[in-house]
């Protein structure tokens, strides 16, 4: 049967099967939806099975957008469930998107639903953290990209309200997920590293932050590697799933772009990755971070990856635009079909319109093709009127910002790249793939699709002793994992007057 995947395009699964006894599950949470997939892992196989799939709807209420995080865990509890049925787990991992945090009291009460990222509480927060620690200095200590909703920001700005007054626990979304599972508490550190509160250098809570900031030290909890035992299931939850109570949860690479790009099927070196859905994650695996003020202006980030690796990547707006769009047309009675969209893309004219898919008027929820068009018109370009041609805008200005990203990040790490790796769904959409080729003058390797569930799955599955180091898991994915190949179609110079048009959105101060 056919799925949605979060990126857009749809994949296709197997309902679960008995064959999956003692199979690894990945709870895997999207911005858009959660689901639970069953892996086996084997010397020449890597098969994956859905168990259950549940919306993520975030809510709006008086104080602002929120996860609506019990939904959450029932759905994964739900999930679960349905794992034992199909004939048991070996292990159970969590990833989830970054950032997002719950607080508790004393007792270990969550105080509130978690905050969504897109909320708009931290519009002027970042000068309140720069007045104590200042932006390029907060830069040298963390190697994290200025985005207005890192945890640093969002801490900032709730300092002094009740809730934030009464905790003593912060738990970032899958560091949560796990408590409720298992009861234990801790931080996996490529989450952490997304934090501002993470030191790039030392891999530990930055107590110059901390202390500059007068954030209490305990709230933030020991940290924990991809690979660490997280505990067994509290017999509530084993009750509730039918699972032995004995069920490890594994420490995973819990930051799904971590997850991602463990399963990059890279077998040759000078690689570059895009981990493609929601929000397109374009950079280099590098084996330290990279802190020089040319990287802070060019609004990079050092966040961790497995086994002491950096992910060296920008945070580039990917299918949200695309995936807001169809929130729209589906509100306004019009197609919303992928396929459909992206053949009416293809036969639309090429460089009609491109934006930076990073302008701040596309973050928030709302009118996308609305804005999209505005933002066309405002830069004197012509206005995308049909369905096809905001697409094309879209996909045209993702590849752009792919090309300028990759470049960037090759040149202020003095590496070489020869070849693309694209994963998540956004490999799926065979347009972009090849936009992406066109516009790096660079092969791109597509696939796989599934690849934060099979992160997921492979660091189980590795814990458990049926695999090896990080490049032997890469193989195996290679091996295994059905892959599409891209090779530019010259043109550079229409790209390049393409990218002039664009005036990039301003980064750090």
């Known amino acids: 049967m056919s799925r949605p995947h979060r990126g857009g395009t749809p994949v296709t699964t197997t309902p679960p099967s008995s064959a999956f006894a003692s199979a690894f599950a990945a709870v895997d949470l999207g911005a858009t939806s959660g689901r639970v997939i069953l892996g086996r892992v084997g010397q020449d196989n890597l098969d994956l099975t859905e ?259 950096i992910r060296y990547l920008r945070n580039i707006m990917g299918m949200w635009l695309l995936e807001e769009c169809r929130r729209t047309w589906d509100r306004d009675g019009l197609p919303t079909h992928i396929p459909t969209l992206l053949a009416e893309a293809a036969q639309a004219r090429p460089f009609a319109s491109v934006v930076d898919p990073d302008a701040p008027e596309f973050l928030a929820p709302g009118d996308m093709p609305a804005r999209i068009r505005d933002h066309c018109a405002r830069t004197g370009q012509g206005v995308p009127e049909s369905q096809g041609a905001v697409v094309r805008c879209i996909l045209e200005s993702l590849a752009l910002a792919h090309r300028r990203t990759l470049r960037q990040a090759a040149e202020l790490a003095g590496r070489d790249i020869t070849h693309v790796h694209l994963v998540g769904g956004g490999s799926r959409n065979d347009l972009l793939c090849q936009l992406t080729a066109d516009a790096t003058g660079l092969p791109v390797v597509a696939g796989p699709t599934e690849a934060t569930a099979l992160g997921n799955i492979l660091v189980q599955a590795r814990a458990a002793g049926l695999v090896g180091d990080l490049a032997a898991m890469r193989r195996l994915i290679a091996r295994t994992q059905h892959l599409r190949h891209y090779t530019p179609r010259g043109g550079s110079a229409v790209w390049d007057a393409a990218a002039a048009r664009i005036a990039p959105a301003p980064r750090n101060s």
């Not at 900031?213 to 017999?235: E, K, M, V, W, Y």
């Open 51 to 309: 168990a259950h799939r549940f919306p993520n709807t975030p809510v709006r209420l008086p104080d602002g957008l929120r996860w609506d995080v019990l939904a959450l865990f029932q759905g994964i509890l739900d999930g679960l469930r349905e794992a034992a049925r199909s004939g048991g787990v070996a292990s159970i991992g969590v990833d989830t998107w970054a950032v997002d945090y719950g607080l508790l009291d004393a007792d270990g009460a969550l105080l509130g639903q978690p905050f969504h990222y897109r909320d708009d509480r931290t519009e002027g927060a970042a000068e309140h953290v720069w007045a104590a620690v200042g932006p390029a200095e907060l830069y040298g200590i963390t190697g994290l990209q200025h985005l207005p909703f890192n945890t640093v920001f969002q801490l900032a700005s709730t300092a002094g309200t009740v809730q934030t007054d009464v905790a003593r626990t912060l738990l970032l979304m899958p560091d949560l997920l796990i408590h409720w599972l298992t009861g234990s508490i801790g931080a996996e550190e490529t989450n952490a590293s997304t934090t501002g509160l993470f030191d790039a250098r030392t891999g530990t809570w930055s107590q110059e932050i901390l202390g500059r900031l007068s954030l209490d030290p305990g709230l933030l909890p020991p940290l924990r590697a991809p690979g660490d035992p997280a505990g067994t299931l509290l017999p509530h939850v084993a009750a509730y799933t039918g699972l032995d109570a004995r069920t490890p949860v594994t420490t995973v690479a819990s930051h799904d772009t971590a997850s991602a790009v463990v399963a990059v099927p890279a077998t040759k070196p000078d690689f570059a990755y895009i981990s493609c859905g929601t929000w397109s994650l374009a950079g280099l695996e590098l084996g330290a971070p990279v802190l020089s003020e040319e990287s802070r202006a060019a609004n990079f980030t050092n966040e961790r990856g497995i086994d002491g690796t």
